[in-house]
């Protein structure tokens, strides 16, 4: 079975401070990677993606993942964070064989608070 | 372009009774797929629907039943209400056959059992 790890519940910063939010997955067959996003009081909307090729992906505003598959992680890093980055951040995994399905495995989810 | 949208945004219920939400999927897209989110959890995979049948389902009991309509609008269902299913609903709508995870979320229903 898989599942998915986010380590940090919450993590505070500053603004304009580096940050990592940490996700590990354990899957025996290979998988798609996902970070969705979640500001207050809407849905999950999707951040970045790892389907195949390059394991460093980015997003249009600033944030990266980079996929380590002999660590079974896929990390979230943004060098220099801003208010509007405040959000809840959920890792996600798909597995391959759930071809014919669009069934993702979340994590708990990392409440990002950045502060001025 | 319309995105998912969802109804209603709040409700509360009392145990025992039945609950129905309702979604409509983003232009476009023939594939729906729920989400139980419980406060302070990741989103959890309920079923998803295609050609207005069910395509998968995760680790939910029959109570939690499903609907999907010709226009690819979907309904969920849940039957003698539980305190435990106090929880943000989510649909999802996708185009299956892209096989790539990406599902656009509307804002949920959020559901209060008494």
């Known amino acids: 079975a898989q599942s998915v790890t986010q380590l940090d519940s919450q993590v505070p910063v500053f603004e304009e401070a580096p940050v990592e939010l940490r996700c590990n997955y354990s899957?025996?067959?290979?998988?798609?990677l996902f970070w969705y996003v979640q500001y207050p009081n809407q849905g999950l909307q999707l951040l970045l993606k790892y389907l195949s090729g390059s394991t460093l992906v980015k997003s249009i505003n600033g944030f990266e993942a980079e996929f380590n598959k002999s660590q079974t992680s896929f990390h979230l890093r943004k060098p220099s964070v801003h208010i509007s980055d405040t959000a809840e951040y959920f890792c996600?995994?798909?597995?391959?064989?759930?071809?014919?399905?669009?069934?993702?495995?979340f994590g708990t989810g990392t409440r990002l608070q950045v502060f001025p | 372009e319309t995105g998912v949208t969802q109804s209603p945004t709040h409700l509360i219920k009392t145990r025992g009774q039945q609950v129905t939400l309702r979604c409509s999927s983003q232009s476009g897209h023939n594939t729906v797929s729920w989400y139980q989110q419980a406060l302070g959890q990741g989103p959890q995979f309920i079923f998803q629907y295609y050609r207005e049948e069910e395509n998968g389902r995760g680790n939910f009991p029959p109570r939690f039943s499903g609907l999907q309509f010709p226009n690819y609008s979907s309904e969920l269902n849940v039957n003698a209400l539980e305190l435990d299913d106090s929880a943000l609903y989510l649909c999802?709508?996708?185009?299956?056959?892209?096989?790539?995870?990406?599902?656009?979320f509307g804002e949920g229903s959020r559901l209060t059992v008494l």
């Open positions: 996600a995994v798909s597995d391959l064989r759930s071809y014919n399905t669009d069934k993702l495995i």
């Open positions: 899957s025996s067959v290979s998988v798609y």
């Open positions: 999802a709508s996708s185009s299956q056959g892209s096989h790539t995870g990406e599902l656009f």
